[in-house]
């Protein structure tokens, strides 16, 4: 049982490159979030899923595009990417209420230069 | 809107000194209130919860009250160990299906 897993764990693009991260759970959870953590800022949404084939903005998606085609998979894509857009990122996931315990990936670490 | 207020960090104590962290929330009705956990390199845990006005929520030595009257769900420990350094992040339930985080409190215990 893995749990929550996040591939790549660390990358670097250049400005206006493209990229998909990929986020995998084996706890057959319904609900799936991508995170952004920034230093002194805490985690903001970008995006989240209730359910397979489901996909709802949250607090900063701008720049991001997501995916929840298999209920065990959450892809995080980046179109075009921005410096402004250097973060680690989290992916969690929960059973089938925002309440339930949310259990996170490692993160992934990514530089846009 | 719905927002979460920690103290700033880092917070450094001796080992065996007693923690707390504080936390106010701002939000209509009655969110659920979490402490997660995070640990160096790791991604985020959940260290204990509660659900409703005076619940306590508590794990390994850890616990904390859900204060209604004064929107507060403070973190406390009687006696810190090294091994509780981390970064500690109170967040609450939006009602709209998402969680929102305070920014995080480092925490530092020395031996």
């Known amino acids: 049982n893995a749990g929550v897993t996040q591939t790549p764990k660390f990358r670097v693009l250049k400005t206006g490159q493209s990229m998909t991260l990929l986020c995998a759970q084996d706890?057959?959870?319904?609900?799936m979030y991508w995170y952004r953590q920034d230093p002194g800022m805490g985690l903001r949404l970008i995006h989240y899923s209730v359910g397979e084939g489901t996909t709802a903005k949250g607090e900063v998606p701008d720049g991001y595009n997501v995916s929840r085609l298999k209920k065990q998979n959450f892809l995080l894509g980046l179109e075009s990417a921005a410096p402004s857009q250097t973060s680690v990122y989290f992916c969690?996931?929960?059973?089938?209420?925002?309440?339930?315990?949310?259990?996170f990936g490692p993160g992934t670490r990514l530089t846009v230069l | 809107g719905n927002s979460v207020t920690q103290m700033e960090g880092p917070v450094t104590l001796s080992e065996e000194a007693f923690l707390t962290i504080n936390c106010t929330y701002t939000?209509?009705?009655?969110?659920?209130l979490f402490w997660y956990v995070q640990y160096p390199g790791e991604g985020l845990q959940l260290l204990l919860k509660a659900t409703k006005a005076d619940d306590k929520g508590s794990n390994k030595g850890f616990e904390a009250t859900y204060r209604k009257e004064t929107t507060s769900f403070h973190l406390e420990k009687g006696s810190v160990q090294v091994s509780d350094s981390a970064v500690y992040f109170c967040?609450?339930?939006?009602?709209?299906?998402?969680?929102?985080f305070g920014s995080g409190t480092r925490l530092q215990v020395q031996p």
């Open positions: 969690a996931s929960s059973r089938d209420r925002v309440t339930d315990t949310q259990y």
């Open positions: 706890m057959n959870h319904e609900y």
């Open positions: 967040a609450q339930d939006t009602g709209r299906r998402a969680l929102t």
């Open positions: 939000a209509t009705g009655y969110p659920s």
